[in-house]
């Protein structure tokens, strides 16, 4: 979001330069350095039914609090790390810190789900199955207790239809998101061969609901369609209680946004979602994912 409205400087700087730039090389080289240790942190942003209002899981969304800079936005950065060695650390170390943050969760009862966002490049690494059941099982968390996300554009790479990776991740019984959907012009052929059960709705289109006819439009169509495919719609960036009336009006199953909360620290999202589901205890059913162990 902040990237598509207003670039920031480092993007705007960055995207100025070419890619080896000494401007480019530093902050790739402190982001390096950053992984591992407290500058970078997960926030967490409840995903919540807009029919029942309960919660259905929490999206981990990465932060760099650099040390000169100050907060850089994951638009400027992922990015840039993307085009380098780095993005398979940093979505290691994601990872990492949501399987544990989510282990910590469900063996106090609160059971939800916990999204991660990959890169297409990161969803087709062969060695991302093994990496995700060795820390389930370290943890025993089931493979529900993860969803991945991965942008639309994955669509437009042929291979993710064929990859080991994405075929052993369903095996495993992890649930594939995709994210941003309607940004990319994908049709309804590509959308169909991969196995998502999920679709975000872009929160550009979202945040227009009730302004523009267009996005009305483009909004009612994409939950439709998700809906005759058999899975399940997210709206992303639900601001208003308007916007959301009218996504429940629409029949999408669920949204993300202010309306609902933000993406907090893991302690205050603890808090949050205590508060929510009452006590830990009632935990034992969230949402539609209902509760064996
Ligand atoms: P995304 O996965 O589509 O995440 C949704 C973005 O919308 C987040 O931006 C979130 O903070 C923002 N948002 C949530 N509610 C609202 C709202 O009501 N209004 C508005 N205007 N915005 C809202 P954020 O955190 O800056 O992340 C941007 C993107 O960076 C993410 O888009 C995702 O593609 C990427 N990203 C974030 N964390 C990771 C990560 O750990 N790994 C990877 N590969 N990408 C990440
Ligand atoms: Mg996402
Ligand atoms: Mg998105
Ligand atoms: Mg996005």
Redesign the pocket.
Known sequence: ??AKEGRTGVEVYLAEKDRNSPERLNLLGDLRRAIGGSQLE??Y?PKVSLSSGMVEGV?????WWHPERGPI???DF?PLA?QSYL?RQ??QH?IDTALEQAANWWHAGIQVPVS????AR?LLDPTLPDLIEAGLGRLGLPPRAIQL?V?ERILMTDQAYTADSVHALVELGIPLAL??FGTGYSSLVRLQRLPVCEV?I??SFV?RLGKTVDDERIVRSIVDLVRSLGLRSVA????TDEVAQRLRDMGCDAG????FA??MPARETTAWLVERMGAPSYGRRCGSHEVTA
């Open positions: 979001y902040f997960l926030h942003q999206e981990a969304l990465l932060r936005p994951p638009d992922i993307e993005m940093i979505t994601v991660v966002n990959v890169s990161d996300e942008t994210d941003d975000k872009d929160g945040q992303e960036g639900v601001e993300q946004g202010w309306r933000e993406p």
